[in-house]
């Protein structure tokens, strides 16, 4: 699943250079992946490539993007619009990817009532009459940490089960939601950690190469959205049972 989002963005840049057709080999070497593995994961979707052809860019694009939910708009909620939500309402990639920003909300009154993009931020004490409006059932937390848990339980009861935490702290959820934790000190404490390991070498040790695992900047997103062809089949997004995991 971590790795689709991958392939995806490879098959858009395949497609934005004019490429038609691609094997196994270029695709997996374009997603920093090895073949076999590619071919493993593309083989879970379904049977999409012809041996000595390869695959077909523009059905593979619209198939991987199908599995991603990406054939129709998930309304998402961002709570709390301090620098780094203000830095998500900002972002352009959401909607290319299938995600519609439908509700900003903020406790602060002098943040209340702005627009950000046409969006009106709304007061968190109205925060329920909004999910029942909006029907949002994805929402991002990013709050101060004390106030995480209680925006988590305000969302999950109103039926938001997918949720990605901006906030330090880890959320408790019932059976049936998604949580995905993005903790970007962690992230660059592994960073620094690698450093460290390559400075007391010498500075000798070498760079790895670009390939699976490799830590890749978050692009600012797909110029070219993928093209859903009329009257495709939606598929729902799947959610773990009270599953929360970390950004491999």
């Known amino acids: 699943m971590a790795r689709l989002p991958v392939y995806l963005r490879a098959l858009a840049q395949l497609s934005a250079g004019g490429t038609v057709t691609v094997s196994s080999g270029e695709l997996a070497e374009a997603a920093g992946v090895g073949p076999a593995q590619l071919r493993k994961d593309l083989s879970l979707l379904g049977s999409y490539g012809t041996r000595g052809v390869g695959y077909d860019v523009a059905h593979l694009r619209f198939e991987v993007a199908r599995a991603l939910g990406e054939a129709e708009e998930w309304p998402v909620v961002i709570v709390g619009l301090g620098n780094l939500g203000t830095a998500l309402a900002n972002y352009s990639g959401f909607r ?109 040790r070498a760079g790895p190469a670009a390939g699976p695992g490799t830590i890749e900047p978050v692009d600012a997103g797909d110029p070219n959205p993928v093209p859903v062809p009329a009257g495709a089949p939606a598929r729902a997004l799947a959610h773990s049972a009270g599953h929360t995991e970390d950004e491999d």
Request: hydrophobic share 40%; proline share 6%; net charge negative.
């Open 96 to 204: 290319s990817r299938g995600f519609r920003v439908v509700g900003l909300v903020d406790p602060d009154p002098a943040l209340v009532g702005r627009r950000i993009h046409g969006l009106a931020i709304t007061d968190l004490r109205d925060l329920e009459d909004l999910l029942a409006r909006t029907g949002a059932v994805i929402g991002v937390v990013a709050t101060p940490s004390e106030a995480a848990q209680d925006v988590t339980d305000r969302l999950v009861r109103r039926g938001v089960t997918s949720i990605l935490n901006f906030a330090p702290v880890p959320l408790a959820v019932p059976d049936g939601v998604h949580v995905r934790k993005v903790d970007l000190g962690q992230e660059l404490q592994i960073l620094a950690y690698h450093e460290h390991r390559r400075a007391e070498d010498g500075g000798t």
